[in-house]
Structure formats: C-alpha cells, structure tokens
C-alpha cells in the first residue's frame, strides 16, 4: 500500500460558505414559493425546489474536516483507499468519504493515548470501564512523536538467569496507508513486536560480565553485559523492533532500558554472590598491598643493616606483619623481653 496525500482540498471555508449560502437561498424558496401559491395562485415549483436544496444542502457539511498540526485523516470511498489529509487545515472532501483508524479506541501505556473523559464518567460513571475519547470518535491518526512504556518482562538472559526488564521506545507514523492498511492494530502491532524484540536481544547477554560469552556474534568472547552495555543493548533492541514494524509504516526513533534486576526468586543468591565476589576483591586488594609493605620493609632492612636476621626471624616477622596489616581489628601488640631462643 502506498500513502497518497491528498494537497489540493484545502477548500473547506468556500465550501462552508456556499453551503451556508445555499441553504439560505433554499429556505428563501420555501418561504417566497408559498407566498406567491398562496397569494397569486403560481404553481408551486419555486416552493418544491426550496425544499429539495434545504433537504439535500447538509450533504456537503459532512464532507468538511479540521486537522490540527501532526494530525492525519486516511480517506477511503466506498471502500477504496482515494488519499490521506495531513497538516494543519480547513479541508472539504467527498461527503461520502470514509475516516478509517483501527487503532483509534486502543489505549496503551504511551503518551498520546486519551485517558477516560469527563463525558464518560458523567454518562456511565467511573467505575462502568466503559471510555469514551474524541479520538475514538473523528478517528484522526496523530503524528507526534509517542513513548510506549510496556510491563515488565521477565526474560531468561544467555546464563539461564531469570531476569526482569523493561524498555520505553519512542516511536512515530510516518506512512500512514501503511499503518491502517497493512496491519489490523498498529498500536497492539508495535507494543507485540517491542515484547519478542526484546525478548530476542535479552536472551544474547549476560546481567553481568561473565566469562566465555560472546554478545556480537564474531566467535570471540567480550565484555557485554546488560548492565555494563545499557547503550548498545537499547540500541540492538531499536533496531530489532525497527525490522519488524517497517511494513507497518512506524519510525522507532529511540529504545531505553528503564528497569533491569533480577528476578525475585534469585535476587537474594545472585545478592550474597555480589557481596562475596566484592569481599573476595577486597581482600586480595588487602593481601597484595600487605606483601609489598613486609617486601619494602626487609628491603629496607637489609639495605640500612639496621639489624641482621635469619631466616626464623625473618618468617616470624613476615608472619606479624601480615597478621597486623590483613586482620579486620586493630592489632594488640605483646612486647617480648626474651629471645626467640
């Protein structure tokens, strides 16, 4: 399907006026036609052409349109696509046209989407879950730029671990015959194709760096991670859903990840593994710095001959020192008055 714009119907205000002008002229008929009958006795044709303009002069109101900036109006007649009004303008088409918008009374969590009306809740009340939108109603399709946020999914990442993530795209029309013709809803169309895009991209990352994975598919290991790589995954992700929802005449102009954890059930494990891993770091960070502070000290020692040691006391030395610098408390000192012999 191919958009048409239709550019050459932006004469809806010289419509309006004829029309106005038309029915005036047809009551006038009715009006002076009876008269005349009544008093001079004429044949009543004036009084009965009166009639026909004013029963058939509505007709062309139905074929007026108002379009406010960024909105769109795709026309079909009888069936047939015949065009798409789009900008800002007073348009007059055939009155026998056709609005067609499938996804008009479709609400999603996205901005651009009507929440209920004050008519509805006056009319049904708040809690009849019937909605009423004027969107729903003139079946006009907006073209601004809209952020759908979907739940939360959880996803198993290439590891087997369960995790939870959601996205928000910005998306926007961009060809409007494809958007209503091509598929039944475009906007339960894109929020499907966001969940399986994201679903695919997921399931090639680690949560965190992990070792032997490879994320880019050139057979050597790296260090991509959902965590650490936010940026290129939301850019994979963009890309994905933009493959599969170009039929549907959608621009995915950009995806971010908003949440990301694990899932409930292995937070608390994948929690004491973080605070093992960084315990761990920590204290080979201690250890190294604890030998290079007895290494520089013997060093020192031997440099200055401050004092001659064996190869006992050296041991025994080495073993306090490292006693003193890797323990969690502060060190209590014992002078010894004697010799180690």
């Known amino acids: 399907m191919t958009e048409k714009i239709l550019t050459n119907k932006k004469n809806g205000m010289a419509v309006l006026l004829l029309d106005i002008?038309?029915?005036?002229?047809?009551?006038?008929?009715?009006?002076?036609?009876?008269?005349?009958?009544?008093?001079?006795?004429?044949?009543?044709?004036?009084?009965?052409v009166g009639i026909l303009v004013t029963s058939v002069g509505w007709l062309p109101l139905l074929g007026l349109k108002v379009l406010k900036p960024q909105e769109a109006l795709v026309l079909t007649l009888f069936g047939n696509y015949i065009g798409t009004l789009k900008g800002e303008g007073f348009y007059f088409v055939n009155p026998f046209c056709t609005a067609i918008n499938p996804a008009a009374a479709t609400k999603l969590g996205q901005s651009g989407d009507v929440k209920t009306s004050a008519l509805s809740d006056a009319v049904f009340g708040k809690d009849s879950g019937v909605s009423l939108s004027l969107?729903?109603?003139?079946?006009?399709l907006s073209l601004k730029v809209m952020t759908l946020s979907n739940s939360k999914q959880k996803i198993n990442d290439c590891l087997g671990n369960p995790v939870e993530i959601g996205i928000a795209v910005t998306w926007r029309i961009v060809d409007t015959a494809k958007a209503v013709f091509n598929v039944d809803n475009y906007k339960e169309f894109l929020s499907?194709?966001?969940?399986?895009?994201?679903?695919?991209?997921?399931r090639i990352y680690p949560y965190d760096v992990a070792p032997n994975v490879d994320t880019t598919g050139d057979g050597q290991a790296d260090d991509g991670?959902?965590?650490?790589s936010s940026e290129i995954v939301a850019g994979r992700i963009r890309d994905e859903i933009q493959n599969r929802v170009n039929e549907a005449g959608i621009e995915i102009i950009e995806s971010r990840i908003t949440y990301l954890a694990y899932a409930s059930e292995i937070a608390a494990a994948m929690l004491q593994r973080q605070q093992a891993s960084a315990v761990v770091d920590a204290r080979k960070l201690i250890v190294d710095g604890a030998v290079g502070m007895v290494e520089m000290a013997l060093e020192r020692l031997n440099e200055n001959h401050t004092v001659?040691?064996?190869e006992e006391r050296k041991a025994a030395m080495v073993?306090?020192?490292?006693?003193?610098?890797?323990?969690?408390?502060?060190?209590?000192?014992?002078?010894?008055?004697?010799s180690l012999y």
């Open 21 to 48: 002008l038309l029915l005036i002229a047809g009551i006038l008929a009715i009006i002076f036609g009876a008269i005349w009958v009544e008093t001079k006795g004429h044949t009543p044709a004036l009084m009965i």
């Open 135 to 140: 969107d729903s109603m003139n079946k006009k």
């Open 192 to 202: 499907l194709q966001c969940d399986s895009a994201l679903r695919n991209v997921v």
């Open 225 to 228: 991670s959902l965590r650490g």
């Open 308 to 310: 001659e040691l064996d």
């Open 319 to 338: 073993s306090n020192l490292l006693v003193v610098l890797c323990g969690n408390h502060d060190a209590q000192p014992v002078v010894n008055s004697g």
